[in-house]
């Protein structure tokens, strides 16, 4: 076991002295567990074709956080338990249907789908006008006489020339979320959203939205139109801006229901009042199966508790998986999970999310002092065998943001962002978009952060 250090301006010498080749061997059994023994494929095999999408407050995801508790039982760890969580129940129903009217009986269809949370349209669907905007500046400048009565398309395209994808997400996701809320204001009778993909494809991406605080009257029916659909309404509206669009969906909110975070620990051996976190979200959308988003960080949170007791490897920390419910639509697992931890006084000193994707692991973004990001940032050859390079500061994860503390540490783990958002929220999101090695390389990267945040007492 390595022994516990104080960071000293002789941080690094020490790492020489005590355990250099006991950290390289330990990083190394880990990765050949997870590539040669791995168990995280195959649970994804399972909770992918098996269970299937699970979206809060389904069947399915009912039949997920089962399935969770029994492998996490199967682990033989020293806790296992359900804790209660109240959460949003939102069913798509029929799927959508949309065209494009160019004159009466001229019509194209086109690929769309509901917004998680819209309300749907009347039972014959809405027929309308167009108004294509970029921006909610642009929007508002056209005025209420413009847009009352009309169907706003939101189509700002995400930002090819971002090399991080996250961020060219964050540039346009506004109008996904609050879009229908800002046409609805001006007299808008429905909204359609370009999808957040990068890529020019058939497949439209859901999402949350929100209304605000608009009257239930009020609200409008909210949809997301794919890349293919949005660039073929946008050369027509060239065309002819009086064309009409003909959106169809008849998707519902029901009363909140209770779900479950799935929770599994091992009891540290040293200090079990200090807690690290391991977790993804369980819950996922409904159009696809939610491997990547989130199935993928959910299987690679329990493989790290397996690996340890693979490899014999005793946490001096308490390490506590936590499968979250409800991350897409309402965060109430995050929320309650954070509540619990307050009331119960529980100190987490370090707490790791796996939320982008099953790909090819490139290293990590933490959130924490500068202090602790230097030592951190020491490690980075350790990693680069596996050819992991990015330790930089930054965000962590949306299910472990409400444990932040002005001494611990929160990681988000950062595979290969490129091909992400060809399957985020989409019905392409499914077990066969998954590459085993990619996936196991990310869990034992994981594992091996875990390892060495346990071996040092930051």
Known sequence: MIRKLIFTPLLFLSLVIYGQNEIEQTLEKIHQTSLLEGQSYEWLRHLSNQIGGRLSGSLNAERAVEWGKAELDELGLDRVWLQPVMVPKWIRGTFEYANIETSPGNTVNVPICALGGSVATPLAGIRAEVIEVKSFEELKSLGEQKVEGKIVFYNRP????????FSAYSGCVDQRYSGAEQAAK??????IVRSMNLRLDDFPHTGSMSYGDLPLKKRIPAAAISTNGAELLSSMLALNSTLKFYLKQNCKNLPDVQSFNVIGEIKGSTYPEE????????????????????????????????????????????????????????????????????????????????DAG?????GFSIDTTSDKLEIIQSW???????????????????????????????????????????????????????????????????????YLIDSFKL
């Open 275 to 354: 807690i690290m976190v391991v977790g993804g979200h369980l819950d996922s959308w409904d159009l696809g199966d939610g491997s990547h988003d989130d199935g993928a960080g959910v299987v690679q949170s329990m493989e790290v508790l397996r690996l340890f007791k693979k490899i014999g490897y005793q946490p001096e920390r308490t390490l506590r998986v936590v499968l979250f419910m409800n991350e897409e639509n309402g965060q109430r697992g995050a929320m309650k999970y954070a509540e619990m931890a307050q009331k119960n006084a529980e100190n987490h000193v370090f707490a790791l999310e796996s």
């Open 186 to 191: 001006m007299g808008a009778v429905g909204v």
């Open 158 to 165: 995400m930002q090819a020339d971002l090399v991080n994808t």
């Open 358 to 362: 099953g790909f090819s692991p490139r």
């Open 380 to 450: 980075e050859k350790y990693f680069e065998p596996y050819l992991i390079h990015l330790f930089v500061k930054g965000g962590s994860g949306a299910d472990i943001d409400d444990l932040k503390s002005g001494a611990n540490i929160l990681a988000g783990l950062r595979p290969d962002s490129q091909r992400y958002f060809d399957f985020h929220h989409a019905s392409n999101d499914t077990f066969d978009a998954i590459n085993k090695r990619e996936l196991e390389l990310g869990a034992a990267a994981m594992a091996s952060l875990v």
